[in-house]
């Protein structure tokens, strides 16, 4: 029984007390038009399950356009590619990076004959196509070289917006790459090819199972000379305001659970859409913890989502992309 001066005028739990209020006062609402599916692609007729990440797949071309086909009849409207490239194509110089026949291109056109509407974002780093494992050329003497890297990845940023991709996203993290791709894309009549800036790349161990399933592990060295340092958070700033100056129209962080307090700080500075990438180590330990029994794997993959976009994403590259606009979908 209480009394007058145990009365309690405020209760915060009236606003939780069914799921119709609790919906009703929710802050943050995962949607599937925020949600990026990244997928895997290599020149095999056949898909091939990457053992690093279970669940995901090499997807042949003809597989490729199924799951494509598949996710944006679930409500998801962009797809961004990585390459798994023969070995035999890569070399020092990554010239396959700008092949207009090559793996990336050819797969471009086949999806914009297929689902015209996917919007298509390509990774634009030279890590997947040399044979040193790097973003960038590499030196003599082990230096990743910036500038004349920067060239290559003008190249390989045009091939892709002649076979008509959306959005170009630079991941390798070389200073000015932005504005050299902006004005080489704005030199040749690509003026409304975007560009998502891989600004805030940390030089994460949550990298691992997404090289493997690439190849594009470095052979010497590692790529802690480019990528951000992981104890540093001011930095991004900086990055995102060179990135938007040179002409980023969306920027990034990534990984993302582990830097939601990066993405919140990027999130509350910037004017321009803000996307974080949830990597395969991200996806690992959930599917593993998962996969073990300890957690249930839909709740905690949502909530993981939620607080992503919470932390002020406006879009989320994951995984778990087109099992979550299922569930979406079903609700």
């Not at 943050?28 to 056949?46: D, M, N």
């Amino acid at each position: 029984m209480t009394t007058p001066d145990s009365h309690q005028a405020i209760r915060p739990r009236r606003n939780r007390k069914s799921c119709a209020i609790r919906t009703l006062c929710r802050e943050t609402r995962l949607s599937h038009e925020s949600l990026i599916y990244p997928l895997f692609v290599h020149e095999a007729p056949r898909d091939e399950e990457i053992t690093s990440m279970p669940g995901c797949k090499r997807w042949s071309p003809d597989g490729l356009l199924r799951e494509v086909a598949e996710a944006h009849s679930l409500g998801i409207g962009a797809i961004v590619l990585f390459p798994a490239i023969d070995k035999n194509l890569k070399s020092t110089n990554a010239d396959e990076c700008h092949n207009d026949d090559g793996l990336i291109p050819q797969t471009i056109r086949a999806i914009k004959n297929e689902t015209p509407d996917v919007a298509v974002i390509t990774d634009v780093a030279l890590d997947p196509y040399s044979s040193d494992g790097h973003d960038g050329l590499v030196s003599e003497n082990g230096k990743i070289l910036n500038d004349e890297t920067i060239e290559v990845l003008c190249k390989q940023a045009l091939c892709h917006a002649r076979a008509g991709a959306d959005i170009v996203a630079p991941s390798d993290m070389m200073d000015g790459r932005v504005g050299a791709i902006r004005t080489a894309l704005d030199n040749t009549g690509h003026d409304e090819t975007s560009i998502l800036s891989y600004t805030a790349k940390y030089a994460s161990a949550y990298y691992g199972p997404f090289r493997n399933a690439l190849g594009s592990t470095p052979k010497i060295g590692d790529k802690k000379t480019y990528q951000m340092d992981p104890a540093n958070a001011r930095e991004a700033l900086r990055e995102a305001s060179l990135d938007i100056d040179e002409g980023a129209d969306m920027i990034m962080v990534k990984p993302a659970g582990p830097y939601l307090d990066v993405l919140a700080l990027v999130a509350s500075n910037v004017d321009v859409p803000v996307a974080a990438y949830q990597v395969s180590g991200e996806y690992l330990m959930i599917e593993s913890a998962a996969s073990a029994g300890w957690i249930n794997r839909e709740e905690v993959i949502k909530e993981s989502l939620t607080g992503i976009h919470r932390a002020g994403a406006n879009a989320i590259l994951t995984y778990f992309a087109k099992d979550v606009a299922g569930w979406l979908h079903k609700d």
